[in-house]
């Protein structure tokens, strides 16, 4: 959804900044970094810069452009990530056996289409483009997740390699953090989604509806990992009372004992990042970790996790409504999540950092409904079996985090850059 009034100009201007950043954080990686697909859950690079173009291609060009064709015929098989209306698509989990089209050639590919959606905007009159403005604002933001992605993805096709290779950034400094302190939040009838006039949105933030809350408090930080290592050395990861049941099949099953990128290097706890594998730093945040390890944290400290109507409404609250989100986002490029500044009595790392997981299964806001055609299959379809997170992580483009903004991924999910906020009080909504 949009509220901004285009011109081609400024989406040609757009246009090239989205796209060019794209090529920027793949730069430092080879052809071979860029195939490689570590697990299902990872995309290959190369397909991320593809599947972008793909969508600029299918959902604009297609529709738009005089004489249409497309680039390659079977680029549409390969680069449709879930669009069941646009046609068949290759297998998800086999994207990494994908050797052709090399990178090199998926650079063809952004090239070509880039230098025909220029065409197409600087030829289109404006009532034309008041009409397609939506879908390439769309595609805008679309190509910023999959940026996300990508160094999501990327970092854990690193961290399978023994040489540790290091993508960016640099370890921050030994650090502690203060105690977390509480922010009280009034209850009451809230509004809750996007705002009209605030700006671009995806569909899943709408529409704006209430929402009754019990006065409750949100924690002022997120949780360190020196705050993760006593719940871990107080028997968290072994003692069922703590769990959700569908969390603790998976600790048994799947061996959990620790954060996702954690080692134990001769007793001593180490965390791949982005920049390297170091001994884990106290005062960080605690990522990657799944719903069910934060719900489990949450048990053990007598808390909670917010829903994510509490979350919005307290950080609208807090930080009002106009003011820009900032924080560690990706801009930082810490490519990690950074130790929260002193306490001030109001919340902190709201943007950035970490994405928080909520209690709130990822279900339609009441009036929902998805947009008519093969875009609306962009977020609909996926409300099952999710959680909601808010608030953005330090991989997140600046420009991609807001109040509103509802991020999902299945209660197991580890390989995204998750934290941990808690809630006290209250009731869930
Ligand atoms: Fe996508």
């Not at 994207?95 to 050639?105: E, F, L, M, N, T």
């Not at 900032?326 to 130790?339: I, K, M, Q, S, Y």
């Not at 991609?400 to 009731?427: E, I, K, T």
């Amino acid at each position: 959804m949009t509220a901004t009034q285009w011109t081609a100009a400024a989406l040609l201007q757009r246009y090239d900044e989205v796209r060019s950043h794209t090529e920027r954080l793949a730069a430092p990686l080879s052809p071979e970094d860029q195939t490689v697909q570590s697990m299902p859950d990872v995309s290959p690079t190369k397909w991320h810069r593809a599947h972008v173009t793909w969508f600029f291609e299918t959902f604009v060009l297609a529709s738009n452009e005089a004489g249409f064709a497309p680039f390659q015929d079977q680029y549409w098989f390969l680069f449709n990530s879930y669009y069941e209306a646009v046609g068949p698509r290759y297998n998800r989990a086999e994207r990494g056996v994908i050797s052709r089209p090399g990178a090199h050639d998926v650079g063809l590919y952004r090239g070509n289409v880039d230098a025909r959606m220029q065409d197409l905007i600087d030829g289109l009159d404006q009532g034309t483009i008041d009409k397609v403005a939506a879908t390439i604002e769309l595609g805008f933001h679309h190509e910023q997740q999959h940026q996300e992605l990508l160094l999501m993805d990327i970092k854990h096709v690193l961290s399978l390699n023994p040489l540790r290779p290091v993508y960016g950034g640099a370890p921050a400094p030994l650090v502690d953090t203060d105690r977390m302190g509480w922010v009280e939040v009034e209850g009451g009838l809230v509004e809750i989604g996007h705002r009209e006039g605030a700006g671009f949105s995806f569909d899943n933030e709408l529409p704006l509806h209430q929402v009754y809350l019990e006065p409750f408090r949100l924690a002022d930080r997120l949780i360190t990992n020196g705050e993760w290592l006593e719940f871990m050395a107080d028997g968290g990861y072994r003692r069922p009372e703590l769990w959700l049941s569908d969390g603790w099949a998976q600790v048994k099953t799947n061996g959990w004992a620790a954060p996702f990128y954690w080692s134990d290097y001769d007793g001593v706890w180490f965390e791949h990042t982005l920049h390297g594998t170091f001994p884990v730093n106290p005062g960080l945040p605690v990522s990657h970790v799944s719903h069910y390890e934060a719900d489990a944290y949450a048990t053990w400290a007598g808390k909670r996790l917010p829903t994510e109507a509490e979350w919005e409404h307290a950080v609208r609250t807090d930080t009002g409504d106009a003011a820009e989100p900032h924080g560690n986002l990706a801009d930082t490029e810490t490519f990690h999540p950074r130790a929260a500044e002193p306490g001030n009595g109001r919340l902190r790392q709201v943007y950035g950092d970490c994405w928080e997981w909520t209690s709130s299964a990822y279900l339609p806001y009441p009036g929902f409904h998805p947009a008519a055609g093969a875009i609306g299959e962009y977020n609909g379809k996926f409300m099952s079996n999710q959680m909601v997170l808010r608030g953005g992580c330090a991989l997140t483009p600046p420009g991609h985090a807001r109040a509103s903004y509802r991020n999902f991924f299945p209660p197991g999910a580890r390989w995204a850059l998750s934290g941990v906020r808690l809630a006290d009080g209250g009731a869930p909504a």
